[in-house]
Nanobody
Framework: QVQLVESGGGLVQAGGSLRLSCAAS????????MGWYRQGTGNQRELVAT???????NYADSVKGRFTISRDNAKNTVYLQMNRLKPEDTAVYLC?????????WGQGTQVTVSS
């Protein structure tokens, strides 16, 4: 069993920054991909950024150049550094881990960007 716990969300003014963390517990040594998704009110869940076990990263066009995903293997933690935040970035941000036979999601952390 794997548990993902997100933290770091909050209220920030447009142009500000936040760093989200996703701490994983359990057996994740064989993970394939970890990533961040977001879901705004009334919207579908969308990919924000992913990082593979090999370190390759992928970003949604809307966040390229502003967000950076990284991981600390020793801490089993994935981070999302979010800079130059915009009101349209407001959403619940969820962490996801893809293992060879299953996928886990965290509960999410709210990010609210005021204009």
């Amino acid at each position: 069993q794997v548990q993902l716990v997100e933290s770091g969300g909050g209220l920030v003014q447009a142009g500000g920054s936040l760093r989200l963390s996703c701490a994983a517990s359990g057996s994740i040594s064989r993970f394939l991909v970890m990533g961040w998704y977001r879901q705004g009110t009334g919207n579908q869940r969308e990919l924000v950024a992913t990082i593979t076990s090999g370190g390759s990263t992928n970003y949604a066009d809307s966040v390229k150049g502003r967000f950076t995903i990284s991981r600390d293997n020793a801490k089993n933690t994935v981070y999302l550094q979010m800079n130059r935040l915009k009101p349209e970035d407001t959403a619940v941000y969820l962490c996801k881990i893809v293992l060879p036979i299953t996928t886990y999601w965290g509960q999410g952390t709210q990010v609210t960007v005021s204009s």
